[in-house]
């Protein structure tokens, strides 16, 4: 008797989209309080914990993804409103982007063109099959934009996501030090090379240090948005010809 | 009394705000068949919306900050969900783990590294400009 209404709960929780949708607040909760108890250090990166955590309670109760993902896609549908609102902080710094415009549209250009270049070069030496190359390219892209870019030049939208996230924890917990290393003081530079390689996730880490490098990352993620929708079809296009 | 910002309609008329661009993005992208996703129409339109407000030297609406900031203070949360997606594509990673994680760490280095050293170099190639012509 018991047993069976322990049984009729489970099924209740395992296919209601209130638990996943729960359970994902609360593991961002956690992570977000371990990141505040150890001092925003980087490795404690709140997506890296978040999805780290998710993916053990799913495994642990042999949970599908599409399953938690009925719950979890009321978060993961506000990633089109969010990239709509960044339109606010490009308005706000619009005085300083307009001073410093070519520098910033022109070096964007330059990262965006080398890094794609670079990635899906090194991909395909590597042995990574082709769909994998394609859904690399837009890997720096915030979520919503590389998947929709993906769909678009025939990469694979799902995975792209998941690159992309993972780029954004790499740029996260990678950047500053490395942009330290590089020598760069500037705040905007630092900003603007954050946003434009590790989209919203690193823009969340500028914000955390520094409130101005913060702005330029949002404003950098929301330019490369658009400039990679842009080129990346066309980049794409001109590595396969070259490379057959 | 005055009017209680607390009551949170603010917040639900910035939404609406954001919710009509991304409308307008969406559909403008499939009726023209534009090459951008329908969310980063949606940005432009609202940016150039807020360009010709301030012309008139309007402030963005308050309501559109508030929601916007609640929605940009909290990124990182809206990411999990993707993230957690890497659980449908263990078996492709686990093949393919060598040139993915490569491609992925030395992308982030190499994207970040070329734009911020060019755009270091060309801020003062500009500076350099501006005072010799002055």
């Given at each position: 008797?018991?047993?069976?209404?322990?049984?009729?709960?489970?099924?209740?929780?395992?296919?209601?989209?209130?638990?996943?949708?729960?359970?994902?607040?609360?593991?961002?909760?956690?992570?977000?309080?371990?990141?505040?108890?150890?001092?925003?250090?980087?490795?404690?990166?709140?997506?890296?914990?978040?999805?780290?955590?998710?993916?053990?309670?799913?495994?642990?109760?042999?949970?599908?993804?599409?399953?938690?993902?009925?719950?979890?896609?009321?978060?993961?549908?506000?990633?089109?409103?969010?990239?709509?609102?960044?339109?606010?902080?490009?308005?706000?710094?619009?005085?300083?982007?307009?001073?410093?415009?070519?520098?910033i549209i022109l070096s964007m250009v330059i990262g965006i063109t080398v890094g794609t270049i670079a990635v899906m070069f090194i991909a395909k030496l590597l042995g990574a099959d082709l769909a994998t190359q394609i859904s690399l390219s837009a890997r720096s892209v915030t979520a919503p934009v590389a998947m929709g870019i993906a769909e678009k030049i025939g990469g694979i939208p799902s995975l792209t996501a998941v690159l992309a996230v993972l780029t954004g924890i790499i740029g996260a917990v990678l950047g500053t030090h490395y942009l330290n290393l590089l020598k760069i003081k500037d705040n905007s530079v630092k900003g603007i090379a954050i946003g434009n390689s590790s989209h919203g996730i690193g823009t969340a880490r500028a914000f955390t240090l520094n409130t101005s490098m913060g702005a330029f990352a949002g404003l950098s993620m929301a330019l490369a948005a658009l400039l990679n929708a842009l080129m990346l079809p066309w980049l794409v296009k001109g590595f396969l010809l070259v490379t057959g | 009394m005055k009017a209680n910002k607390s009551s949170g309609i603010e917040f639900l008329f910035g939404m609406t705000a954001l919710l009509i661009f991304q409308l307008l993005g969406e559909v403008s992208v499939r009726l023209l068949d534009l090459p951008v996703p329908g969310p980063v129409a949606g940005l432009l339109y609202l940016l150039v919306l807020l360009l010709a407000m301030g012309?008139?030297?309007?402030?963005?609406?308050?309501?559109?900050?508030?929601?916007?900031?609640?929605?940009?203070?909290?990124?990182?949360?809206?990411?999990?969900?993707?993230?957690?997606?890497?659980?449908?594509?263990?078996?492709?990673?686990?093949?393919?783990?060598?040139?993915?994680?490569?491609?992925?760490?030395?992308?982030?280095?190499?994207?970040?590294?070329?734009?911020?050293?060019?755009?270091?170099?060309?801020?003062?190639?500009?500076?350099?400009?501006?005072?010799?012509?002055s």
């Open positions: 008797m018991q047993n069976t209404d322990l049984q009729t709960l489970w099924v209740y929780l395992s296919t209601s989209p209130l638990t996943g949708l729960t359970i994902t607040l609360v593991a961002y909760l956690t992570a977000y309080t371990l990141h505040r108890k150890t001092g925003t250090h980087p490795l404690t990166n709140t997506v890296l914990i978040s999805v780290i955590l998710l993916i053990l309670i799913l495994e642990v109760t042999d949970t599908e993804y599409a399953t938690y993902f009925e719950g979890a896609q009321f978060i993961h549908f506000l990633l089109g409103p969010v990239t709509v609102a960044l339109a606010i902080p490009l308005f706000q710094q619009f005085a300083q982007v307009k001073r410093l415009f070519i520098p | 012309k008139f030297k309007r402030p963005a609406p308050e309501s559109l900050e508030q929601s916007s900031l609640a929605l940009l203070n909290h990124l990182s949360l809206l990411f999990v969900p993707a993230g957690v997606g890497v659980m449908v594509h263990f078996q492709r990673l686990e093949e393919e783990w060598l040139p993915i994680t490569v491609a992925l760490f030395l992308g982030v280095l190499i994207t970040m590294g070329t734009t911020a050293l060019s755009m270091q170099f060309l801020m003062r190639f500009f500076d350099k400009k501006a005072k010799k012509s």
